[in-house]
């Protein structure tokens, strides 16, 4: 007797698709904000808030659904299928937006660095474009672009010797040629100061990412 094989059953993507959909609609929300936190967190974060086992987990579970339950005015909050909170807020033209959870927060901003430290200047004659901020108990996240006439190899020299007058040492140093340029410092107290510049045309494109530990 010939045998059958079951035919395969058909991929279930709804619940995908309902636990992304919270994300999906913050992005469309708003605009092109959320570039500056996906180009800061890629181009220069190799030392942020890494946890196998929460990443294991995170793989392994299903995402939560979402819906829509308060709105008012800027605000809205999204209610997940886990017990857990997400709340947007943001200004009247979408420059500035930020995330609240019961893990933390998630703040982005355009033009302005107001997230750097005391410690850590902004470049001198910089034009800051915009930031971001993540505050966890583990610590929190300051992410700042900014332009800046001057070649990256003046604007990391500039960070390495700030940096080791206050007891930072050279973790890792890329670059190619006199275009590009990635420091990244680190103090014993756990601080970490990352620096990517990117020449282009008559400017350089920097991001300056700044992690501190929880007190």
């Given amino acids: 007797m010939a045998s059958t094989e079951p035919s395969p059953r ?58 829509t339950t308060v709105t008012d005015g800027d605000t809205v909050t999204y209610h997940g299928s886990d017990g857990k909170t997400v709340t947007v807020t943001k200004d009247g033209d979408n420059q500035n937006v930020k995330f609240e959870t019961g893990d933390g927060s998630f703040k982005v901003e355009t033009g302005t660095a107001s997230a750097l430290p005391a410690w850590l200047p902004l470049y001198t004659g910089a034009t800051p474009k915009g930031q971001t901020q993540t505050k966890t108990p583990k610590g929190n996240q300051a992410v700042v672009s900014f332009t800046s006439p001057d070649a990256p190899n003046r604007i990391a020299a500039f960070y390495e010797s700030k940096l080791k007058a206050l007891g930072f040492a050279p973790l890792t140093r890329q670059q190619s040629g006199s275009m590009y340029q990635t420091l990244v410092m680190k103090h014993s107290d756990g601080r970490n100061v990352s620096v990517t510049s990117i020449q282009k045309g008559q400017e350089t494109n920097v991001i300056l990412q700044v992690l501190t530990p929880p007190k």
């Fill in 10 to 67: 058909p991929h279930d993507s709804s619940s995908e698709e309902s636990g992304s959909s919270m994300v999906i609609l913050v992005i469309l929300g708003c605009g092109g904000l959320l570039l500056l936190a996906v180009v800061g967190l890629v181009v220069g974060g190799l030392f942020l808030f890494k946890s196998s086992s929460r990443s294991q987990t995170a793989v392994s579970q299903k995402p939560a659904r979402y819906e």
